[in-house]
């Protein structure tokens, strides 16, 4: 059983271009968090999502980004307009249930925004 | 709303010494607690988790936390630190709310094993 699939694994974006990174969850999972880790910090709460809805985006810039999980394909962070202040970490998470299911990580994207 | 604060950004022990990351937790409700461990360059594994079972809980690569109510506190440790452990390891609290398990992270205790 594959586990999380982020992609791509590095990118570098000058300022004001788009971002986008890719999350496939576990198989048979329907639930997808995405965490950001800015540098020396720790992972900050970002959305939940489901297939087709996003559940709870509490944690997301009210600007310049957004997420979706389709029906079919993997789930998508959008970064619009890229700045500096992006350059970060980002982690998916997926879980097949809520609550006390354990939620495993991908390995990450690393922006890099010259 | 939960928090989490981890005692100790920085914790240097020599190889064969006990392992002992302090983490304590604040929640309005009994929460789940995890422990994870990122190592450079690569995703969070998960080590172990508290889901209100047993107060004492074992993990992966000898590690174990004990839940203490009246301390808040998770305590991760490990009777005998390996070169292998060198890596950052984080607390995290989850409440389980309706909204989904998100996760409320401490801010990270870099372990460094000395020879």
């Known amino acids: 059983n594959a586990g999380v699939m982020q992609n791509p694994r590095h990118l570098v974006r000058r300022r004001g271009q788009e971002a986008r990174l890719r999350c496939s969850p576990m198989?048979?999972?329907?639930?997808v968090y995405w965490y950001r880790q800015l540098p020396e910090e720790g992972l900050k709460f970002m959305v939940y999502?489901?297939?087709?809805?996003?559940?709870?985006e509490s944690g997301m810039p009210k600007e310049r980004f957004s997420a979706e999980f389709p029906k079919e394909g993997p789930s998508i962070l959008r970064i619009q307009q890229v700045v500096r202040g992006d350059s970060a970490a980002y982690f998916c998470?997926?879980?097949?249930?809520?609550?006390?299911?354990?939620?495993?990580f991908g390995p990450g994207t690393r922006l890099t925004v010259l | 709303a939960q928090s989490v604060t981890q005692l100790g950004s920085h914790v240097s022990v020599s190889e064969g010494a006990l392992v002992l990351l302090r983490c304590n937790y604040s929640?309005?409700?009994?929460?789940?607690l995890f422990w994870y461990v990122q190592y450079p360059n690569q995703g969070l594994q998960l080590l172990l988790k508290?889901?209100?079972?047993?107060?004492l809980v074992k993990g992966i690569n000898g590690f174990e936390a004990e839940f203490k109510k009246s301390e808040t506190s998770f305590h991760l440790t490990k009777p005998s630190a390996h070169m292998r452990d060198a890596a950052e390891y984080f607390c995290?609290?989850?409440?389980?709310?309706?909204?989904?398990?998100?996760?409320?992270f401490g801010e990270g205790t870099q372990l460094t094993v000395n020879p």
């Open positions: 998470a997926s879980s097949p249930a809520v609550f006390t299911d354990t939620q495993y």
């Open positions: 198989k048979g999972h329907s639930h």
């Open positions: 999502l489901q297939k087709e809805n996003i559940i709870d």
């Open positions: 929640s309005s409700v009994p929460p789940y």
């Open positions: 508290y889901t209100s079972a047993a107060t």
């Open positions: 995290a609290v989850s409440v389980g709310e309706t909204s989904g398990s998100r996760l409320t």
